[in-house]
């Protein structure tokens, strides 16, 4: 989107904003009113008294006041737990604080010796070569903002789930800026045989979880990812290595990884078999398909939350896809009668996450909101009808559905499934 276009919507955003300036003056009335009253530059307690001269512990914490925003379990808990989930709806922007990235692993989190890891590359390549993480950050390096969504996210609303805040449907998706070397130019180190076009990768994890990736994606835009927003990967984020595939399903950017073999074909393993397959009507399940396609959902407001009182609000969120760039949100406000474009703030980069915004005032009345996205590739975000007619009524993976919030007359806001 050039500048031109940019400021024209952001004026527009902006015009629209004022057309509604009734509505945020009547939800401000008590708070003006309430700076009439001879207390109201009284001295806080906290201005009183000498601040905190070093935090403790070193490693820099939240407010106190923000102790909610954490990541939180599947709803309900597993005997072992195995994931947890971003609170999407309590984040500003698009970056995902690491203590905040989702969790997804499959026999727990191992605890790596960086300086005892190495990374074996081997196959059909024409010198196999063991890589110490010494070796592997003496390489160019660079730095991308990318999302990253697990395959299972949102799967609990295909199958009407008791689910009730975006960060229970919708938290496992997060994006950070992800660090490393470029995949291609270890294998370029090693020397690809030509009758290569698969490669394995193994992690140092108790499952050994394993995922066949083509080398096309390798070549591409894959990543040895060893830090994150700008500092070391954490411990369930795979320190001290990670692969990371832009726009592939979570599952397949393997962490703690050990081990890349290039092959002539997938090598069929239990991760793309028994799971992360699409079952079809007729039983029979659907291979590798790896992307990610185009979403939304609205985070503010959203589930559990309460509007307090008429007027104002901006109803927010965000919106990613797979398939490149987010080229525009429409949101709606009457359960999809009618849309209205959104919107995006910058950044808009390629299989990123994007902020939406959209000014609404509400009159009190019952009211549904609704987003969906539309990127570059042309790809419009479904209904949750459309998509199991497309796919199948079996379908776990991939939801890319339309999420509804029902806002009730006391202000309420609830799941809309």
């Given at each position: 989107m050039s500048n031109d276009k940019t400021l024209t919507k952001r004026r527009g955003f902006l015009k629209a904003s004022l057309a509604v300036g009734t509505g945020v003056s009547g939800a401000l009335t008590s708070n003006s009113a309430s700076a009439q009253s001879n207390t109201f530059l009284e001295i806080d307690p906290w201005t009183k008294t000498q601040g905190a001269t070093f935090v403790n512990p070193p490693y820099g914490l939240p407010s106190k006041y923000?102790?909610?925003v954490v990541r939180r379990l599947p709803n309900p808990a597993p005997i072992f737990l195995t994931a947890s989930r971003t609170p999407i709806q309590n984040l500003h922007g698009i970056i995902t604080p690491n203590g905040l990235h989702f969790?997804?692993?499959?026999?727990?989190?191992?605890?790596?010796?960086?300086?005892?890891?190495?990374?074996?590359v081997h196959g059909l390549v024409d010198r196999p070569m063991i890589f110490?993480?010494?070796?592997?950050?003496?390489?160019?390096s660079e730095s991308k903002i990318y999302f990253m969504e697990c395959s299972g996210n949102s799967a609990a609303e295909l199958k009407r789930s008791a689910n009730n805040t975006a960060q229970q449907i919708h938290g496992l998706i997060s994006c950070c800026e992800w660090t490393g070397v470029r995949v291609s130019t270890l294998l370029q180190e090693c020397g690809i045989k030509p009758q290569a076009t698969w490669v394995l990768a193994e992690g140092?994890?108790?499952?050994?979880?394993?995922r066949s990736i083509p080398l096309s994606k390798m070549l591409d835009d894959a990543i040895l990812a060893y830090a994150q927003n700008g500092e070391m990967l954490r411990a369930e984020q795979g320190y001290p290595l990670r692969l990371f595939l832009p726009s592939y399903e979570g599952n397949m950017s393997i962490k703690w990884l050990r081990r890349l073999k290039l092959g002539t074909e997938p090598w069929q393993t239990r991760e793309e078999t028994s799971a992360y397959t699409d079952l079809r009507e007729n039983g029979k399940a659907l291979q590798f398909t790896f992307k990610m396609e185009v979403k939304s959902v609205i985070t503010q407001p959203s589930g559990m939350m309460k509007l307090k009182s008429k007027g104002f609000y901006e109803i927010s969120g965000i919106a990613w896809s797979g398939n490149g760039k987010i080229r525009r949100v429409e949101v709606s406000t009457d359960a999809g009668k009618t849309w209205q474009e959104a919107m995006l703030q910058e950044p808009v980069m390629d299989?990123?996450?994007?902020?939406?915004?959209?000014?609404?005032?509400?009159?009190?009345?019952p009211a549904v909101l609704m987003s969906r996205a539309v990127d570059t590739s042309g790809d419009v975000q479904p209904t949750m009808e459309a998509l199991i007619k497309t796919k199948s009524a079996n379908t776990f993976y991939h939801n890319n559905a339309i999420q509804p919030w029902q806002v009730a007359a006391n202000g309420e806001v609830t799941n809309g499934r």
């Open positions: 923000e102790k909610e969790e997804r692993h499959h026999a727990g989190v191992p605890d790596i010796n960086p300086d005892q890891h190495r990374l074996v110490s993480m010494e070796n592997i950050m003496r390489f160019p140092a994890d108790g499952a050994a979880m394993t299989k990123s996450l994007v902020r939406f915004r959209y000014p609404w005032v509400w009159d009190g009345a």
